[in-house]
């Protein structure tokens, strides 16, 4: 299955956006968008160790998790409540019930991208753990 992607905006100083116009022009990179990838790659690699952890002490998953309806009522039947916290994407079905959500997850966090239906959003964020400042 093909990697799941994500557009994102970014704002630079132009000064900046001028350096790495710079380094495309002097074939350290073939465009603007080679810079970005490679930088952002290098920036994930120098903090993977923190990443690891984090994921290993949430007892998370990294990469695509999706839960269909069946799956949700299956867990439901058996009584069982779910602590999720995943780095990467989290999809919920369409047909699922925002109610069933409530019934199956204690608490729920993202570090990544939810596909979900509004409903179904609007039930995980009040399940995201809350912040101690």
Same mark, same amino acid.
């Given at each position: 299955?093909?990697?799941?992607?994500?557009?994102? =905006?970014?704002?630079?100083?132009?000064?900046?956006? $001028?350096?790495?116009?710079?380094?495309?022009?002097?074939?350290?990179?073939?465009? *603007?968008?080679?810079? @970005?990838?490679?930088?952002?790659?290098?920036?994930?690699? =120098?903090?993977?160790?923190?990443?690891?952890?984090?994921? @290993?002490? +949430?007892? $998370?998953?990294?990469?695509?998790?999706?839960?269909? *309806?069946?799956?949700?009522?299956?867990?439901?039947?058996? $009584?069982?409540?779910?602590?999720?916290?995943?780095? $990467?994407?989290?999809?919920?079905?369409?047909?699922?019930?925002?109610?069933?959500?409530?019934? =199956?997850?204690?608490?729920?966090?993202?570090?990544? =991208?939810?596909? +979900?239906?509004?409903? @179904?959003?609007?039930?995980? +964020? *009040?399940?995201?753990?809350?912040?101690?400042?």
């Amino acid at each position: 299955m093909p990697e799941a992607t994500e557009k994102i =905006t970014v704002n630079l100083s132009v000064v900046d956006l $001028g350096k790495i116009d710079l380094l495309v022009e002097q074939g350290f990179f073939a465009n *603007r968008t080679d810079f @970005v990838k490679d930088s952002i790659r290098r920036a994930l690699d =120098t903090h993977e160790v923190a990443v690891r952890e984090k994921v @290993v002490r +949430a007892s $998370g998953v990294m990469g695509i998790v999706s839960y269909s *309806r069946s799956d949700l009522e299956a867990m439901r039947a058996k $009584g069982r409540r779910m602590d999720l916290t995943a780095v $990467g994407m989290a999809v919920f079905q369409a047909d699922i019930p925002a109610e069933l959500v409530d019934e =199956t997850f204690r608490s729920f966090r993202i570090y990544g =991208t939810l596909r +979900a239906s509004n409903e @179904v959003k609007e039930v995980l +964020a *009040r399940k995201a753990p809350q912040k101690v400042s």
